[in-house]
């Protein structure tokens, strides 16, 4: 008989918070790539205030620290900002939603989103926060991942299709507005409050040391994997390293993402 299936967690910010630890060894590498290119663009000096929103272990805000920024990392789960003070030092961790900052009107000099893009359109419209909070002159910066050109989406896909539990329901589908296309994101960078509005499209590598790294690091925060048997996890586990192996380099694996990134500057308006 089958091991006991895992329990789905009670919330999103719950699920983070399980998975906080494999997430930090496995994804945040990829992530910190994200972050260097996310930043680069952006006029940072000395000083400048930093809110990165979903910051998750902080890259983005390690990132920022190193060109003199003031950063304050902020997230709804409780067990990735512990990640992130264990990692990063010399910031500020603020656990809260990224829909309703604690901070001052015009506090902010940069806000920034690594896959965090419900906390920047949150419904698909810039969120009103963001602006409340960003002050003239300043900059925001984002990445989203695009799920058709992101591998190890279709990877782990391809996976759970083969070998999970097909008893298991499938997760309530993202809505639309969380991944647009590129017409829509254009729109948002363009949103009233906000000017010089660009996208651009990248195509990255993930470069993983081990082809379990995918699905070790995603295990507890991808809801496609909840409610799988134990048995079942580990043949899925096994087919997304056999797949992960096709994309050896040397001694890694280069996994390809397609990422959204998305810079815009606030605006004296409303």
Same mark, same amino acid.
């Given at each position: 008989? @089958? @091991? /006991? =299936?895992?329990?789905? /967690? +009670?919330?999103?910010?719950?699920?983070?918070?399980?998975? *906080?630890?494999?997430?930090?060894?496995?994804?945040? +590498?990829?992530?910190?790539?994200?972050?260097?290119?996310?930043?680069?663009?952006?006029?940072?000096?000395?000083?400048?205030?930093?809110?990165?929103?979903?910051?998750?272990?902080?890259?983005?805000? +390690? =990132?920022?620290?190193?060109?003199?920024?003031?950063?304050?990392?902020? @997230?709804?789960?409780?067990?990735?900002?512990?990640?992130?003070?264990?990692?990063?030092?010399?910031?500020?961790?603020?656990? +809260?939603?990224?829909?309703?900052?604690?901070?001052?009107? *015009?506090?902010?000099?940069?806000?920034?989103?690594?896959?965090?893009?419900?906390?920047?359109?949150?419904?698909?419209?810039?969120?009103?926060?963001?602006?409340?909070?960003?002050?003239?002159?300043?900059?925001?910066?984002?990445?989203?991942?695009?799920?058709? $050109?992101?591998?190890?989406?279709?990877?782990?896909?391809?996976?759970?299709?083969?070998?999970?539990?097909?008893?298991?329901? =499938?997760?309530?589908?993202?809505?639309?507005?969380?991944?647009?296309? $590129?017409?829509?994101?254009?729109?948002?960078?363009?949103?009233?409050?906000?000017?010089?509005?660009?996208?651009?499209?990248?195509?990255?590598?993930?470069?993983?040391?081990?082809?379990? $790294?995918?699905?070790?690091?995603?295990?507890?925060?991808?809801?496609?994997?909840?409610?799988?048997?134990?048995?079942?996890?580990?043949?899925?586990?096994? =087919?997304?390293?056999?797949?992960?192996?096709?994309?050896?380099?040397?001694?890694?694996?280069?996994? /390809?993402?397609?990422?959204?990134?998305?810079?815009?500057?606030?605006?004296?308006?409303?």
């Amino acid at each position: 008989m @089958d @091991d /006991p =299936a895992f329990q789905a /967690p +009670a919330s999103h910010a719950e699920t983070f918070h399980r998975g *906080a630890g494999a997430y930090q060894r496995g994804i945040a +590498a990829f992530t910190r790539v994200t972050a260097e290119q996310l930043l680069a663009p952006v006029p940072i000096r000395s000083g400048d205030v930093l809110v990165d929103l979903g910051t998750g272990p902080g890259p983005v805000v +390690a =990132a920022a620290l190193a060109r003199g920024a003031s950063s304050i990392g902020v @997230d709804r789960a409780h067990g990735m900002l512990l990640q992130a003070r264990d990692h990063v030092l010399g910031s500020r961790w603020v656990r +809260a939603s990224g829909t309703e900052l604690p901070f001052a009107v *015009a506090s902010a000099d940069v806000i920034a989103a690594a896959y965090a893009y419900g906390c920047i359109a949150p419904g698909g419209r810039i969120s009103a926060e963001l602006l409340r909070v960003l002050r003239p002159g300043g900059y925001l910066a984002f990445t989203n991942w695009i799920p058709g $050109e992101c591998m190890n989406v279709q990877i782990l896909a391809r996976s759970v299709e083969s070998f999970g539990d097909p008893g298991v329901p =499938a997760p309530t589908a993202y809505p639309p507005w969380l991944f647009p296309d $590129e017409k829509a994101y254009v729109s948002v960078v363009c949103s009233r409050g906000l000017a010089a509005g660009r996208v651009e499209k990248r195509s990255l590598i993930w470069s993983m040391s081990s082809p379990y $790294e995918l699905f070790d690091s995603l295990l507890e925060i991808n809801p496609r994997l909840q409610g799988h048997s134990h048995s079942h996890l580990a043949n899925i586990r096994e =087919a997304t390293a056999d797949q992960v192996r096709t994309y050896a380099q040397g001694e890694h694996f280069a996994v /390809p993402m397609g990422i959204m990134f998305g810079w815009a500057r606030r605006t004296d308006g409303e």
